[in-house]
């Protein structure tokens, strides 16, 4: 009896001993857990100087839903990016008198690099 007591307590001293060591690995991983990224506001990336477009606040519809633009040039023609609820729908763009769906178009003024990083480019007497 004696004996059958001694090892149900060491069995319980080493699984409290075993969860003592994994508790703070466990709480370490998540702590390092990488938070969700906000969505982006896309009043604030239509306004923002590089992009250069005006955001245009639509009435709420009956259900409820608002329908915003994003209204910007690119190489003369005017495209406008729907969202509904705040939620990219679509792009158009004006083009023969209509306004016809299209694809989002690539910034000509943004560099696009590989990473997302900035070149660096060191100048004379920089340094």
């Known amino acids: 009896m004696i004996n059958a007591f001694a090892i149900a307590r060491g069995r319980r001293v080493a699984t409290l001993a075993a969860v003592c060591a994994v508790g703070p690995l466990l709480l370490c991983g998540i702590a390092r857990a990488d938070p969700v ?3 982006p506001d896309p009043q604030t990336a239509c306004e923002a100087p ?9 009435p709420a519809s009956p259900d409820g ?11 003369g023609h005017f495209y406008y990016d729907n969202y509904d609820n705040g939620t990219y729908a679509g792009t158009l763009v004006y083009r023969d008198g209509a306004r016809v769906p299209t694809e989002r178009p690539v910034m000509p003024e943004m ?5 997302g990083h900035l070149p660096v480019v060191p100048f004379p007497g920089q340094f």
Do not use: W
């Open 50 to 58: 590089d992009f250069g477009g005006v955001f245009v606040t639509g």
């Open 65 to 75: 839903t608002t329908h915003d633009q994003c209204q910007y040039i690119v190489e």
């Open 111 to 115: 560099l696009q690099v590989p990473g």
């Open 37 to 39: 990224a906000p969505a």
